[in-house]
């Protein structure tokens, strides 16, 4: 069996402002209608012997990707919740210990949610060389073959070939990690042709990755059973217990194991990769227009030439660019030539330094029952666009600070107010005032849209005290 693991953390701040803290890339559709986090998933489709997906993201991704997963009809394992992040050496001690909880010892196959890979059917036959491997005890790592100089990656440099195990593709030994070269170095390495890029994708038996994690970082190994130990299930998900995950050290697998062991190989692949960390890399792997240009959404051009234009809300029109990068959303615009897109970082640090909402989260705030879209705020009142999926509940709440005027636009609404339930139309509205408990369900087949009008001395969201909750949040709004 292979147990595929999908490691959906990060942030991605390289793809701001499409990319936020709370809404990461894995999250978005960048490339096709799927996200990637999806396309990661339908990429295993047709995979001899794999198994339901293992995911392991950040508790606030929780709903987002259980979402996701339905919208594709996948049904995972188990999606793990991760209450910090440690990197990717704690991650797979937990889908280890937990894949050997169940008496198996499945072949792990790790995958970061966030790749692009064009070449779907060469990608599946590397894995497949690569299960073979991994049966044999060893640990595979899947290396890039480069097309180009990239200062952006780290690389690995080739070492001599292993006997074959059965698959059609030859592992080589690993003689080296290397870090992330200068472009001098990077030419000379894509020259060589000894080297390839640390893809971050990775093979082996659960009990082998096990036993190496236990050899050379036993304090990760222990702090990950204790937070599986004191863990607890929570509706479709298995939360790692806080204090005991906060405990353990964070450290890269590639540092804790791959660089020490001596059961470490590489599978080089050719399979059209890429990891979409800058929106250079989405211009490389976009369909162009007869100027070179990719363009996404409202966009009008006159004399534009390699570039891309992204429009989420409002119109873009350029006039005279070249080799630009402009990405608009509803409350951001980013502006860079293409040979400065590595910098979007810096601007983002900054940001977060002046502790701007931006960096964390859009204008639209997803929840497990739909979406809430920030219309206008202002002094004392807010305007909200709400949608609500079929069979979507709110939580029974109530406010102290802020009242709340609902607006049913689309739909039908079943609205409870204290004792009185009633039944909303289109172009039905109702009131509810402070310390009122109330709740919104959507009954309908289709998708509930309404207006709510927010006022009242203070409306931030900590101003609500949740009495029921079907979803299993905290009183507070996680």
């Given at each position: 069996?292979?147990?595929p693991v ?27 209608r799927?996200t990637?986090?999806q396309?990661t ?7 001899d012997g ?25 049904k995972?394992?188990s999606i793990?919740?991760e209450?910090v992040g440690?990197n990717?050496?704690p991650?797979l001690a ?5 894949a050997?909880?169940t008496?198996?010892d499945?072949v ?7 790749h ?8 599946q036959?590397v894995?497949k060389?690569?299960?073979?491997y991994a049966?044999?005890?060893?640990m595979?790592?899947?290396g890039?073959?480069?097309d ?5 990656y780290g690389?690995?440099k ?5 006997p074959?195990?059965g698959?059609?593709a ?8 290397v870090e992330?070269p ?6 000379r390495y894509?020259?060589s ?7 971050g ?10 036993k ?6 036993p304090?990760?190994?222990?702090a990950c ?7 607890k299930?929570d ?6 217990d806080?204090?005991?995950?906060a405990v ?7 540092y804790a ?6 059961s470490?190989?590489?599978l080089?692949?050719a ?5 979409l ?8 792997v ?5 100027l070179?240009?990719v363009?996404k ?6 004399d534009v030439?390699d570039?891309?234009?992204?429009a989420e809300h ?8 070249k ?14 030539p ?6 979007v970082?810096g601007?983002?640090?900054?940001l ?7 960096t ?7 929840r497990p029952?739909g979406?809430?879209d ?5 002094n ?8 609500v ?11 102290f600070?802020?009242?709340?005027h ?9 609205v ?6 009633l039944?909303?139309?289109e172009?039905?509205?109702t009131?509810?005032?402070a ?5 919104l369900e959507?009954?309908?087949?289709i998708?509930?849209e309404?207006i709510?009008v927010?006022?009242g001395?203070?409306?931030?969201e900590?101003?609500i005290?949740r ?10 709004e996680?």
């Open positions: 069996m292979i147990l999908i490691l959906a953390g990060g942030s991605g701040t390289r793809l701001w402002p499409l990319s936020r803290a709370l809404y990461p890339k894995q999250l978005i559709s960048l490339v096709d799927h990637m986090l396309n998933i339908l990429r295993l489709g047709g995979l794999a198994g339901h997906p293992v995911v392991i993201c950040n508790d606030e991704y929780r709903f987002m990707v259980a979402e996701q997963l339905r919208q594709i009809d996948i995972a394992d793990i919740l209450p440690r990717t050496a991650a937990v889908a280890a210990i937990r050997m909880k008496g198996d499945p792990l196959l790790i995958l970061p949610a966030d692009h890979i064009e070449l779907t059917a060469e990608f036959g894995i060389s690569g299960h073979a049966q044999s005890g060893r595979i790592t899947f890039i073959v480069p180009k100089p990239e200062t952006g690389y690995i080739m070492g001599d070939p292993l074959p195990a698959g059609d030859t592992a080589v030994c690993i003689a080296a990690f992330k200068d472009l001098a170095t990077a030419r894509v020259a042709k000894d080297y390839c890029w640390n893809s994708m990775f093979m082996f038996k659960a009990s082998q990755v096990l190496e994690l236990e050899r050379f970082v304090d990760i190994v222990a059973r204790e937070a599986i130990d004191r863990g299930s509706l479709d998900f298995f939360r790692l806080k204090a005991a995950f353990c050290p964070s450290d890269s697998i590639d194991v791959m660089e020490k062991t001596d470490g190989a590489m080089p692949m399979a059209g990769w890429n990891d960390g800058s929106w250079e890399a989405l211009w490389q976009g369909e162009k227009d007869d070179d240009n363009v959404g409202d966009v009008v051009l006159h030439g570039s891309y234009l992204h409002r119109l873009i029109a350029a006039v005279g660019l080799d630009h990068i402009v990405v608009e959303t509803s409350d951001a615009v980013m502006i860079s293409r040979d400065r897109v590595q910098d970082k601007l983002v640090d900054q977060k330094s002046q502790n701007r909402e931006e964390r989260t859009h204008k639209r705030v997803y029952w979406t809430v920030q219309l206008v705020a202002g004392r009142f807010q305007v909200n666009r709400i949608t999926k079929p069979g979507g509940v709110l939580s029974l709440q109530k406010h600070n802020r009242s709340e609902w607006i049913v636009v689309r739909g039908s609404a079943q409870t107010k204290a004792d009185e339930r039944l909303l139309k172009d039905s509205s009131y509810i005032s310390g009122i408990a109330h709740r959507n009954p309908g087949k998708p509930l309404l709510e927010q006022t001395g203070y409306i931030g900590d101003d005290t009495l029921e909750d079907i979803y299993g949040r905290h009183r507070q996680e």
